[in-house]
């Protein structure tokens, strides 16, 4: 068994939900402090560990604690049980629960270096809160460092080199019209499921649907009022489920039936299912507007370069009524602010305001820089290595812009299905990894 997949295993022993990094915070400082190497650990449970052995350009190894924690058994603790490692097929997986190779599986590879007496001058950041609130890199001290290539092991894929990320925009939109005030004996609960769902960047090209959008269409083709509208989760995830309450339905056999042979023919697993429910108050002025700017929404990569890669997208993730939660990615600062006018204008529009919520900064390495050509030399794979952009934030992205001068890039194992039960990481992939990190760091000079 490689050294990496036994610091996974310990690392699975504890409790590393996102927000509670402490024991993982203290693990990690129990592991320098056994070897007399310098770290340091900060409020935010952020742990920084440097080894020089030798005289050369200092290389940053960066990846994040924290895990999503996801279980198919209600009553598993992720505060205080262990999750269980499972070897199977080539791969490793968890025992009905998220596995956390995300990003688990890349804080092991660097303690693996850190284990080792290879020539290098490395500083290993650990940052906290990455699946959620990102608070551990947002508030790193970056004076705290002194190199500028930083490695992050937090992706998904082998043999590739991540040079570029999206920086992402959290929007909320809130409508400013008024419920209206009234009483309907007689109403419906409507509900759209059976769509995939997906992370909204790393998806983006894989067709998954949107159920707020395909919910709203159905809807116009009835003359009604909304008495309320809910679906998805999260801002950077397709909404798979939405539901709206309605006062009146009508052909609704026929209306349904047309439907469904539409979208079927791109969405196998769609469902419709409706339900009478009485005594249902309040209904929302302009319904229809409102169906209209929903079922109107650019929730779309809007942006391409010239490989026709995405660099601008948009995805309204979550409605709560006339509450809108929107994730925005883009890797061009222009389009961003130009896709930001374009929102504010069609929500103006329907008397929708946007907010600016919140931001996460992206990155960005040129092919021919030093890290980058390094990674490339080095790739021990057959097929070489090539360095493209990826749709997705990382939190890589706050480390350059606090220091403009700091080169990143990306590389990882296999990993599937992260954020599900059905997580696993390929063993032959991480040992793959593990020799391009050798390669690569002896031979960074």
Known sequence: ???????????????????????????????????????????????????????????????????????????????????????????????????GADNGIGVA???????????????????????TTMAGAKNFDVSKIEGKYLLNLDGFDENLIVNESAAYYDLIMKYTGRKVKATYPNAYKVELTGLAG????????????????????????????????????????????????????????????????????????????????DNVNDGLENSTEYLEFLSNFPSKAINYNENDEPTTSINLGVINDTHLEIGMRSSREREALKAIDMLDNYGK???????????????????????????????????????????????????????KDIEIAIISPNIEDAHSTKERVNIKSIEMTDKWLEEFIKAFE
Not at 198 to 213: E, F, M, P, T, V
Not at 351 to 367: H, T, V
Not at 374 to 390: D, F, I, N, S, W
Request: proline content about 4%; glycine content about 4%.
């Open 349 to 403: 529009k329907y008397k929708l305001e946007l907010i600016k919520d919140d931001y996460q900064p992206g990155f960005y390495s040129d092919k021919n820089s030093k890290l980058i050509q390094k990674l490339v030399a080095t790739c021990p794979y057959p097929e070489p290595a090539k360095a493209r952009a990826l749709h997705i934030t990382v939190e890589a992205g706050f480390f350059q812009e606090k220091r």
């Open 1 to 99: 068994m490689s050294k990496t997949i036994q610091f996974f295993k310990e690392i699975a022993k504890i409790p590393r939900e996102s927000g509670n990094e402490k024991k993982i915070a203290e693990y990690l400082c129990k592991f320098a402090k056994s070897r007399n190497l310098e770290y340091t650990i900060d409020k935010y449970n952020n742990v920084l560990i440097r080894k020089k052995t030798a005289d050369r350009p200092g290389l940053i190894l960066q990846g994040h604690t924290d895990m999503v924690c996801v279980s198919q058994d209600s009553n598993f603790d992720f505060a205080n049980m262990p999750i269980e490692v499972i070897e199977e097929n080539g791969y490793l997986r968890a025992n009905n629960t998220t596995l």
């Open 198 to 277: 997906g992370h909204s960047g790393y998806d983006l090209d894989k067709g998954r649907g949107n159920a707020i959008i395909l919910l709203a269409k159905f809807l116009l083709q009835f003359s009604c009022e909304i008495c309320e509208f809910k679906g998805g989760t999260k801002n950077n995830v397709f909404p798979s489920q939405a539901t709206a309450i309605i006062n009146s339905l009508e052909d609704i056999q026929d209306i349904e039936c047309r439907f469904l042979n539409e979208y079927r023919k791109k969405y196998s697993n769609l469902e419709i299912k409706i339900e009478k429910i």
């Open 109 to 131: 590879q660097i303690l693996n270096v850190l284990d080792n007496n290879w020539p290098y001058n490395i500083e290993a950041i650990f940052t906290a809160s990455e699946e």
